[in-house]
């Protein structure tokens, strides 16, 4: 009898973790057909991700612009605004193709310190005061790195760009950003 109690006890197990399989199968496939999920599709398709890393969903692409010297910069990005945002950035992609990038929102003028780990395309870091002005830059930081980037003071935002952009596109300290987060636009 014990044995039969013991054999009940675990085909009821097995069909709990089904029935949970089926009600996670059931809240995903509503996920997908909801419309507000299909409006807000991430910018990055999953073949740009590393296998079996699970897709993080950010705001965007949209319109940011940087006034340098010789011009206004046009770029899509997409938005970080909360932690587990943040958190991912970049990681595991594969790639990020010139004139897009990742607007990191902090909520908050502070020191910010970045690094690499598990990211594994070189970036240019533009870290960005709250009035949009850009404090400081760091250039073709390492892929997986887990060495600290520091925003060299109080800054609101930093903006990720394929590395080599600052240069080769005339970004410098003292440009000015503009997105509808900062600077009250």
Not at 140 to 149: C, E, G, L, N, V
Request: include cysteine; glycine fraction near 10%; charged fraction near 20%.
């Amino acid at each position: 009898m014990t044995s039969h109690g013991g054999l009940v006890r675990v085909g009821l197990a097995a069909m709990l973790g089904l029935l949970r399989g089926v009600v996670v199968a059931v809240a995903m496939l509503a996920a997908i057909c909801s419309p507000a999920v299909l409006l807000a599709q991430p910018a990055v398709s999953a073949a740009d991700l590393l296998p079996d890393v699970p897709a993080v969903r950010f705001e965007g692409p949209e319109p940011l612009e940087i006034a340098t010297r010789t011009g206004v910069l046009s770029f899509d990005v997409e938005v970080a605004v909360d932690d587990e945002q943040r958190a991912r950035g970049l990681m595991y992609r594969r790639s990020l193709p010139s004139g897009r990038g990742m607007l990191f929102d902090f909520g908050v003028e502070r020191d910010v310190t970045m690094w690499m780990q598990n990211t594994y395309i070189s970036l240019d870091m533009l870290f960005i005061r709250r009035n949009g002005e850009i404090l400081s830059i760091a250039e073709r930081t390492t892929p997986r790195s887990t060495a600290h980037i520091p925003s060299g003071g109080p800054v609101r935002f930093v903006l990720e760009l394929p590395a080599g952009s600052a240069k080769q596109l005339g970004i410098t300290v003292g440009d000015q950003v503009g997105h509808r987060l900062i600077g009250g636009r």
